[in-house]
């Protein structure tokens, strides 16, 4: 196996094991609030990224839309509380 192929591999399956936790940190947030509110914090961080990587992509104000909306909700998340 080439090994760029190799190393996205790993970068997928490791992203997809992050966002997972991240997720699963806002479900347990519920009953720990310090704990959803630190998830939310990563997930804004994580939507602050993308949108880096949208800008850098020249993609539209649409397409950047989603990703500005969830870092907009994963910050108030983490501001705010539960």
Do not use: E, H
Request: positive net charge; charged residues 5%; hydrophobic residues 55%.
């Amino acid at each position: 196996m080439n090994s760029s192929v190799t190393s996205w591999a790993v970068s997928v399956s490791w992203s997809a094991c992050s966002n997972g936790r991240r997720v699963a940190g806002l479900l347990i947030g519920l009953y720990l609030p310090w704990l959803g509110q630190a998830a939310a914090g990563g997930l804004a961080l994580m939507m602050v990224v993308a949108l880096v990587v949208r800008l850098r992509i020249k993609d539209t104000p649409l397409q950047m839309l989603p990703a500005a909306g969830y870092l907009l909700l994963n910050a108030y998340l983490c501001i705010a509380g539960f």
